[in-house]
């Protein structure tokens, strides 16, 4: 499938909405998504209509079964995109927190600059305290482990470049610290990194992120990133 967006620009690539359980906004964010680009949402072991609403709206749907975290996900997305020979792809989540009418933003970016890896920015000030603070300690520590100042770690809104999803799809993580691991391939790789200012929302929708777990994670692999760094 081939949309208007895309045939205008001469775009080969597609959207990326990993799937946990999101029957309540699913569908609109395909349905828009699907204005730009082609979708392809992979169902992590949803046990709601999660498959098919995202069908219904016009997604080509991967299932993986039992849930196996955001990083599986991914990765099992990308291996199907690598199939199908995209350029790039585009990854947002499936719970409303991400525009998907920015996703323009992502593609102007691209046919201007090329980068392999585009990362959408939101604004720390907006968001609730609690992961206000997480970001902003997250971010600096991050920071300091790859010695280069990186705006936001934690968005899953993003394009990567064809050649950056061969690079990451060996990655042994497999939950949300996969995303972080995705930044630090990048920046290893020399391949080019750049920014997008995007929507800072936050609704109603249901945190997957076991907190506690998630940092101490989080911060195996940010002094395991700095000792890499140290010996690249």
């Given amino acids: 499938m081939e949309t208007i967006e895309a045939k205008k620009n001469n775009l080969n690539g597609c959207i990326l909405i990993p799937a946990f359980n999101e029957e309540k906004h699913l569908g609109s964010v395909v349905e828009v998504a699907s204005k730009f680009l082609p979708v392809i949402v992979i169902d992590d072991g949803s046990i709601d209509r999660t498959v ?4 219904k709206a016009g997604a080509i749907v991967f299932q993986q079964n039992p849930n ?24 947002l989540d499936a719970d409303g927190q991400h525009n ?3 996703i323009k933003l992502f593609l102007d970016s691209f ?14 000030s907006k968001m609730p305290l609690v992961r206000k603070l997480a970001n902003i300690s997250g ?29 990451v799809l060996d990655s042994n993580e497999h939950g949300y610290e996969y995303e972080v691991e995705i930044i630090v391939r990048c920046i290893q790789s020399g391949l080019k990194l750049g920014w997008v200012p995007i929507e800072t929302i936050y609704g109603d929708e249901v945190s997957h992120i076991r907190p506690f777990k998630h940092f101490k994670n989080f ?10 760094m140290n010996l690249s």
């Avoid at 911060?219 to 890499?228: P, S």
């Fill in 52 to 55: 098919e609403i995202a069908t």
């Fill in 68 to 91: 196996q975290g955001k990083g599986a996900a991914l990765q099992r997305g990308f291996s199907e995109v690598l199939k199908k020979d995209y350029d790039f792809l585009i990854t």
């Fill in 100 to 102: 998907p009418q920015e």
């Fill in 111 to 124: 046919l201007c600059e090329k980068k392999d890896l585009i990362i959408g920015y939101r604004d720390f």
């Fill in 139 to 167: 971010g600096w520590l991050f920071s300091w482990a790859v010695r280069k100042k990186i705006m936001d770690n934690q968005s899953g809104y993003r394009l990567m470049s064809k050649e950056l999803v061969n690079v």
């Fill in 219 to 228: 911060l195996t692999l940010v002094l395991k990133t700095r000792k890499r």
